[in-house]
């Protein structure tokens, strides 16, 4: 149960500070309207940093099913444990981007584009392609969970300030590779919240792109359990 509470509330906040940061940028009127993805990729990253600081050190601080998934691929977790950790994700997700929507209503109510408010809650392409978008979400990923593996591992890992490194991490991955569909690298963080938006009583929303929504979740999963058994063949005695 305590690994499950990290889990969500490690996630609530990764995903409150992250979807924080692109309503800030994004919806009307706020005091960083049209400040950038530079910024954007800023909040992620300390939202990865707070989340992972302070779940790590009772669940080891997933936050995200692919994590998850490559990590029991690696036997560094049970398969038992799988279920209750994607769910607090999934549950965490939905609650930071619920908490998200509380704290911008009123710039939700003054912003009149539904792309705008829809990206506040999961991704979108730059370019509708859905086998690009999926390639680019898996290597993204793949490029995500062969950092975590190594940053973690024993001769390399600063305990508690892992968090940091991942923290950098994801904001290169931001800076880097965000361009095409926003990074989601993460199926928590994207399908938890597109629940959200289609479920809230958002003034003006437009549709929730399901059509899009299996790409930030096969996509991430593809490439960490690939990164995991790279990980697996280069690191084995």
Known sequence: MSAFVAEFIGTVLLILLGNGVVANVLLAKTKGNNSGLIVIAFGWA???FVGVYVAAPLSGAHLNPAVTIAMAVLSKISWSLVPQYICAQFLGAMAGTTFVWVAYKQH????VNPADQLATFCNTPAIDNSLMNFFTEAIATFVLMIGIL?????QNSLGALDALPVALLVLGIG???????GYAINPARDLGPRIMHAILPIKGKGVSNWAYSWIPVLGPIIGAVLAAVLYDVITKP
Do not use: H, W
Not at 108 to 111: E, G, V
Not at 150 to 154: D, E, L, R, T, V
Not at 175 to 181: A, F, W
């Open 46 to 48: 300390i939202g990865v």
């Open 150 to 154: 190594f940053i973690a591992a024993p």
């Open 108 to 111: 939700y109510d003054a912003t």
């Open 175 to 181: 800076v880097s590779l965000g361009g095409p569909t």
